[in-house]
């Protein structure tokens, strides 16, 4: 699911061109939950945003990417976490551990690049390996849970305005 691309070259670099691999969303990604395959889809933008900062030597934009990817990256566990605990799917607790140990290996490559260290390589590696094989693996296991429950969702919804409207002409 990756392609090559280049980047400009930097203003009064006119002769520089960089060639960097970058993940190109693919069909094979999808979860078929709108909502959280946008959100991979952001978390993929954050990796590329990481590939285009390595590649040009950026450390600002290197620090502040591995910030973002880190924070909507919570808040996209805990989305997530929250569906599956709604539909009721009984391995979240699994689940939960992935993303646990996901994080605490990106805290680790966080303080290594804090400490000086270049890990942006290491880094996009491993995010752009673990997010593929999670997306392709573990959210394909819950997906079945969490469909099934939105159908009921929806079709609650549907009923509740169908009473409104009868009782209230909605």
Known sequence: P????????????TNR???VEIIQWSPTLETGIDVIDQQHKR??????ALRIAQGKGDRGAVAKTIDDVIDYTRS???FEEALMEAAGY????AHKLTHEMFIGRVALLNQRFKDGEDIAQD?????????ITHIQTEDQ?????V???MVGVVADQKRRKSLLARFFGA
């Open 90 to 93: 009984t391995m979240i607790n």
């Open 17 to 19: 061109r960089i060639t």
């Open 2 to 13: 990756a392609r090559l691309g280049s980047l400009s070259p930097e203003p009064g670099q």
């Open 147 to 149: 469909k099934e429950k």
């Open 141 to 145: 296991d819950y997906v079945g849970a």
């Open 123 to 131: 880094l996009y590696d491993m995010l752009s390996n673990w997010l």
């Open 76 to 78: 996209h566990f805990g």
């Open 43 to 48: 978390i993929v933008d954050y990796i590329n």
